[in-house]
Structure formats: C-alpha cells, structure tokens
C-alpha cells in the first residue's frame, strides 16, 4: 500500500487513540479528582488525584522525550544530507543551522535546498514552519513519530 502524498497541511502525524481517547482518559478522572478534592475534601480524593497528576506528567513526557531524540536524529541526518548537496561556501556555515531550522529544512527536495538553506541563513529564519511553508515540492517524511 503506498503511502498518501505529503504536504505542509498533513504532515503532522496525529494518532487517534493517543492524541484523543488517552487524552480524554486521563484528563477526565484528573478533573473528577480535583473536583471530589475541592467540594468534599479527603485524603482519599487528594490522593488520587496527585496520582493522577503523576500519570499525566508521565504520559506527556513519554510523548515528549522520543521526539526530542527524532529531533537529535532529524539534525544529525540533515547535517549529513546538507554536507553532501551544499555548495562550499555553505557547507561551512552548516553548523549555523539550529535544529528547528534543519527540522524545517528536511521538507525540501535536495535541488530546492541550496537556495532555500542560503535564504534562512541569510534572512535568520528561524521558524520551522514557515520554512516549512517556503518549500515548493515537498519531500515527504513518512518515517516521523
């Protein structure tokens, strides 16, 4: 099965279930907790409720941690990538680039790079979406998390 044609406006990766059902599922009983502890307060509600704030920190960070390491591993590839197709004067400016800029970067086709990568150098772009906005011919990334 191929995968669908990729583009600025559904390159996002959203998961149903994680995105929605475990956010509902967690925050629900969290916000039930913190009411049962203010209206009756008990030990037993006040409890439950610090657990339940445990578990939402821990499900945020067992979101957060993997894409800080897909984001070590988008510079490392992009760094690589960009020694390869950049002419001289720009491979040694390659160490410049921020990770939010070379995350933004990895959209565009090796023969827009060059000139888009010169652009937000120059023009100190550094917002990755609208790098990602400036990329005509997207290059599709289907391995994200």
Same mark, same amino acid.
């Given at each position: 099965?191929?995968? @669908?044609?990729?583009?600025? +406006?559904?390159?996002?990766?959203?998961?149903?279930?994680?995105?929605?059902?475990?956010?509902?599922?967690?925050?629900? @009983?969290?916000?039930?907790?913190a009411?049962?502890?203010?209206t009756?307060?008990?030990?037993?509600?006040?409890?439950?409720?610090?657990?339940?704030?445990?578990?939402v920190?821990?499900?945020l960070?067992?979101?957060?941690? @993997?894409?800080?390491?897909?984001n070590?591993?988008?510079?490392?590839? +992009?760094?690589?990538?960009?020694?390869?197709?950049? @002419?001289?004067?720009?491979?040694?400016?390659?160490?410049d680039?921020?990770?939010?800029?070379?995350?933004?970067l990895?959209?565009?086709p090796? +023969?827009?790079?060059?000139?888009?990568?010169?652009?937000v150098?120059?023009?100190?772009?550094s917002?990755?979406?609208?790098?990602?906005?400036?990329?005509k011919?997207w290059r599709?990334?289907? +391995?994200?998390?």
């Amino acid at each position: 099965m191929s995968e @669908p044609v990729q583009s600025f +406006e559904n390159h996002a990766k959203m998961v149903p279930v994680y995105h929605g059902a475990a956010t509902f599922m967690l925050l629900l @009983p969290t916000l039930w907790f913190a009411y049962r502890t203010v209206t009756d307060f008990n030990v037993d509600a006040l409890m439950f409720l610090v657990f339940c704030g445990g578990v939402v920190v821990a499900a945020l960070f067992t979101r957060l941690f @993997p894409l800080g390491v897909q984001n070590r591993v988008i510079r490392l590839e +992009e760094q690589i990538r960009l020694k390869g197709i950049l @002419p001289e004067d720009l491979q040694k400016r390659v160490g410049d680039f921020t990770t939010s800029q070379l995350i933004g970067l990895r959209f565009a086709p090796d +023969e827009e790079l060059p000139d888009l990568a010169r652009r937000v150098l120059d023009e100190g772009i550094s917002d990755r979406k609208l790098i990602k906005q400036a990329v005509k011919n997207w290059r599709a990334d289907h +391995e994200r998390i």
